[in-house]
Structures are given as C-alpha cells and as structure tokens.
C-alpha cells in the first residue's frame, strides 16, 4: 500500500494485492492482474477464474495454500466509467510493477513458474513474438528457472471445449513431471475423450 508508482492505479485500488500462498513452495502461478474480486479482497484468483484455477490446482493432487499465487500486476487495472468488468494492464503497468516480481521470484526461487496466459508472459518475458496459442506447452526459462506457458483460465471458462482442457491440462501435467511429482492413470486420462 506504500507504493503509489501508478498514481492512477493508486486512486482506483481498495487493496494491493501483492501474492497469497506458501513462499517456500516449489511452485508458482503468476496471472495477469487483480480484478474486481480481487481488489476487493487482498487476494489474487478469488473470482471465477480464480475458483477454476483452484480447481485445477486440486485436479493436480496439490493444495492451493502449499503454492504460490501472484500476478504481474498488483493493482487492479482502472476502468474508468464502467461499473463492471476488467481490462488487461498496459505493458507501462507491467513494466513499472514488473520489479515486484522479479524480487517474488529471487525470494521464493520455485523450481517451476506457470504463466497464466499471453499477458502474463508478455509481462515476464517482454512483448512475446507469439501468441499463446502457439507459446502453451513449451517450456521457456526465466532467470534459470522453467516456465510453462498456458492458457489463463478465464479463456477456458469462455471456451469450454475439452479439446482446449486438455491442452492445459497436457500443460499442468508436464509441470507435474517436472517437479518429480507421481501422475496417476487417472490423472494422465482426463479430458481425453467427452
Ligand atoms: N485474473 C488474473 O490474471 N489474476 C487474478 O488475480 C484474477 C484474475
């Protein structure tokens, strides 16, 4: 709350919302930036998305307390005039608040980043060549340590076709393995077929 770097952001917030979860996990989520749910409660993926991703987290046999949560930016982007939705921060934004978790990283040093969509890489990485349709599913590297790009879930709550919850979920697996995590058959089948 010490920061006023967006004199703008600043006006609009109730809340920073910096990071929730376990700063010696092995494991970190980063998203794009607080929205209305999360500005209101201090805390990163509380809304829709954020109940979809806890259920992700679930589905990969962890606990949403014993991983890290952040997001690029910490303060909810402003929407002047409008009473509801959210908007993507600006690569100013990002640029400006990207030192917050560059110091996250270097502290927690996770053997794993997962890049909740484009703009979370864009964030990271700087203005990607590709999108994240192209980018999901490679690894990428940041400061030596491995970063899977996938797809935000709030994409996967607009488009629900299984084809796509498996391409994330292929995502989350590979990060399992990377983490030397045992994966069920179970675990290796879901979303394969309807
Ligand atoms: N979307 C994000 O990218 N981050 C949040 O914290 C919530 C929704």
């Known amino acids: 709350m010490q920061c006023v770097k967006c004199g703008h952001l600043v006006k609009s917030r109730k ?8 700063i010696h996990s092995e494991l ?31 589905t990969m046999g962890l606990e949403r307390d014993a991983i890290y949560i952040c997001n690029v930016v910490k303060c909810r982007p402003d929407t002047p005039g409008q009473r509801h939705g ?14 917050y978790l560059q110091a996250q ?18 964030g990271l990485f700087g203005k ?6 192209r980018l999901r599913g490679t690894w990428m590297t ?8 996938t797809y935000h879930p709030a994409y996967l709550l607009r488009n629900q076709a299984i084809t796509e919850k498996r391409k994330l979920w292929e995502d989350m697996l ?5 983490l030397e995590h045992p994966i069920s058959d179970k675990q290796r089948g879901y979303f394969l077929n309807g």
């Open 28 to 58: 970190m989520f980063v998203g794009e930036a607080p929205g209305m749910d999360e500005d209101r409660k201090g805390e990163p993926f509380v809304g829709k998305a954020g109940q979809l991703l806890s259920k992700i987290i679930q």
């Open 86 to 99: 959210n908007r993507k921060p600006t690569p100013t934004e990002m640029m400006t608040c990207l030192p």
């Open 128 to 133: 990607a060549q590709m999108g994240i349709m």
């Open 105 to 122: 990283i270097e502290i927690i040093r996770p053997k794993v980043i997962v890049c909740l969509g484009g703009t979370a890489v864009e």
């Open 15 to 22: 809340n920073v919302v910096f990071g929730v979860g376990d």
């Open 174 to 178: 590979q990060v399992l393995e990377r």
């Open 142 to 149: 940041f400061r030596e340590i491995p970063v899977m790009p």
